[in-house]
């Protein structure tokens, strides 16, 4: 089957550009009435394999979106360090999981043990979930997996404040924290990829350079996730968040097949940039704009954002959960009638 969704994503991915815009994202989609549908409970589904891949699954079966992808949740890896995660399960409404506290009091106190880090934790538990969603949906569309950047994962597990404090006045410390948490990540990405994941996407929201700023990012950050890059085997996206167009090049530099922004970020002043060399994703907003727009708002942000360059729509982070099922269908069936022109 050479003309479906997966074929056409992993064809664009690898830098082959058709009249076909699609519709995915590399982070979490799940939306509560898609929960709902399935009956299932958000802070459940993070620890049981099938559910998982019922919950990932769910925005394509019943919604057209043209991915799934797996973990649920940001923490695995923090997890399989040694934090304690809240799952949030007395709350009411689906909210994420969040570690309990800092595992590291210093970027100093950073240390892995010894071993294969792949079988640790929930990963173990991912990549049966990756098997199982290839099986159910990997003929139609592509499957991808996502790890946080080796930042984001310093900020997950090393205590905020001390963080943030020695990016200042210790980055050799932090450095060599970073180091440690990037062969953490490369090694999952590795274990999620010989699960069946077809992309791999760094989701480096904390470690952004409209987070941390151009320079931080280009020193402390910037060579991990070049190493990462190469080390993948798969295509990759990199993540990111804020406003980054001053910083377009640098994150071309990391080597990722794709660049997702999010919303503040000027599309078609990142696509000037970047002119036609690099894959450019984004960048609707997943509340504002998918969660509480109309078919017609939706369908004007997407012409807006092929007008812009975008070589496929995508939120600007993970799908909000109270997003209607009609907004979805309306984001899907509004991608589908476009068409990219000087397609290569």
């Known amino acids: 089957m050479t003309d479906t969704p997966r074929a056409n994503l992993l064809a664009l991915l690898r830098g082959t550009r058709s009249d076909t815009i699609p519709c995915f994202?590399?982070?979490?989609?799940?939306?509560?009435?898609?929960?709902e549908t399935r009956g299932l409970t958000f802070h459940e589904i993070h620890r049981?394999?099938?559910q998982m891949v019922v919950a990932a699954a769910s925005a394509y079966e019943l919604?057209?979106?043209?991915?799934?992808?797996?973990?649920?949740?940001?923490?695995?890896?923090?997890?399989?360090?040694?934090?304690?995660?809240?799952?949030?399960?007395?709350?009411?409404?689906?909210?994420?999981p969040l570690v309990a506290q800092p595992l590291y009091a210093t970027p100093?106190?950073?240390?892995?043990a010894p071993g294969d880090f792949a079988q640790r934790g929930r990963i173990p538990l991912v990549c049966d979930a990756l098997r199982e969603l290839?099986?159910?949906?990997?003929?139609?569309?592509a499957v991808g997996a996502f790890i946080p950047g080796p930042f984001t994962l310093a900020m997950q597990v090393i205590e905020y404040n001390a963080l943030l404090t020695a990016v200042k006045h210790s980055p050799h410390a932090v450095a060599r924290a970073l180091d440690v948490f990037s062969d953490v990540l490369i090694s999952v990405a590795n274990a999620?990829?010989?699960?069946?994941?077809?992309?791999?996407?760094?989701?480096?929201?904390?470690?952004?350079?409209?987070?941390?700023?151009?320079?931080?990012?280009?020193?402390?950050?910037?060579?991990?996730?070049?190493?990462?890059t190469r080390e993948i085997p798969?295509?990759?996206?990199?993540?990111?968040?804020?406003?980054?167009?001053?910083?377009?090049?640098?994150?071309?530099?990391?080597?990722?097949?794709?660049?997702?922004?999010?919303?503040?970020?000027?599309l078609a002043r990142s696509r000037e940039i970047l002119g036609l060399d690099v894959l450019l994703f984004g960048n609707l907003d997943p509340v504002y704009t998918i969660a509480h727009?109309?078919?017609?708002?939706?369908?004007?942000?997407?012409?807006?954002?092929?007008?812009?360059?975008?070589?496929?729509?995508?939120?600007?982070?993970?799908?909000?959960?109270?997003?209607?099922?009609?907004?979805?269908?309306?984001?899907?069936?509004?991608?589908?009638?476009?068409?990219?022109?000087?397609?290569?």
Request: net charge negative; charged share 20%.
């Open 234 to 266: 798969c295509p990759s996206i990199l993540s990111v968040c804020g406003r980054t167009n001053n910083a377009m090049p640098l994150l071309a530099q990391a080597g990722a097949s794709a660049i997702s922004v999010d919303q503040t970020n000027d």
């Open 25 to 35: 994202s590399g982070l979490v989609s799940v939306i509560t009435p898609a929960l």
């Open 63 to 96: 919604y057209g979106w043209q991915s799934a992808t797996l973990p649920t949740d940001l923490y695995v890896e923090a997890e399989a360090l040694g934090a304690v995660i809240d799952f949030r399960d007395d709350m009411p409404e689906p909210m994420w």
């Open 134 to 141: 290839k099986t159910r949906v990997g003929e139609h569309i």
């Open 192 to 228: 999620y990829h010989d699960a069946g994941a077809d992309f791999l996407t760094i989701h480096e929201m904390g470690g952004s350079p409209g987070v941390v700023g151009p320079r931080a990012f280009e020193e402390l950050i910037l060579p991990l996730l070049q190493e990462i």
């Open 108 to 112: 100093e106190a950073v240390a892995v």
């Open 293 to 344: 727009g109309t078919p017609e708002s939706i369908r004007d942000a997407v012409q807006r954002a092929v007008n812009a360059g975008a070589d496929a729509i995508m939120p600007g982070c993970d799908l909000y959960f109270q997003t209607p099922a009609q907004n979805l269908r309306a984001l899907v069936q509004a991608t589908a009638e476009q068409k990219r022109n000087g397609a290569s």
């Open 48 to 50: 049981d394999a099938h």
